[in-house]
């Protein structure tokens, strides 16, 4: 595994939580300057981009849905990204996962999945009403 995700959970409407994205010590990527995003696919749905920043984090994007109650930052020292999200609503739930991709550029990010060659395994968020 390339990366791997934690810290999903079941909350209230309202409630916050912090997703994490380590990067694995033996993967490749850790030489790499790597733009990592977050997607999630919920219950019946596609899967959709939440955020993504780049490798030295002055690039930042966030989907609509998100924007405003979700925070992406990350930890290079820590091979450590991380998904702070507040206001939790019951149409989060789903499935997250995170991802890497190698942009030709360190500001570059990618808001298509399609890009991403290295994907972690998912940490389920369910929120209740």
């Known amino acids: 595994v390339q990366l791997q995700a934690s810290g999903g959970g079941s909350v209230q409407a309202g409630d916050s939580l912090r997703l994490t994205c380590q990067v694995s010590?033996?993967?490749?990527?850790?030489?790499?300057?790597?733009?990592v995003g977050w997607f999630r696919q919920g219950p019946g749905k596609e899967r959709e981009f939440v955020a993504v920043?780049?490798?030295?984090?002055?690039?930042?994007r966030y989907s609509d849905s998100v924007k405003g109650r979700f925070i992406v930052s990350r930890d290079n020292a820590e091979k450590t990204v991380y998904l702070q999200m507040n206001r939790l609503k019951p149409e989060d739930t789903a499935v997250y996962y995170c991802?890497?991709?190698?942009?030709?550029?360190?500001?570059?990010?990618?808001?298509?999945?399609?890009?991403?060659?290295?994907w972690g395994q998912g940490t389920l968020v369910t929120v209740s009403s």
């Open positions: 010590q033996a993967s490749p990527l850790t030489d790499r300057r790597y733009a």
């Open positions: 920043i780049s490798f030295v984090g002055d690039t930042k």
């Open positions: 991802a890497a991709h190698l942009p030709d550029y360190d500001y570059a990010v990618s808001v298509r999945w399609a890009d991403y060659s290295y």
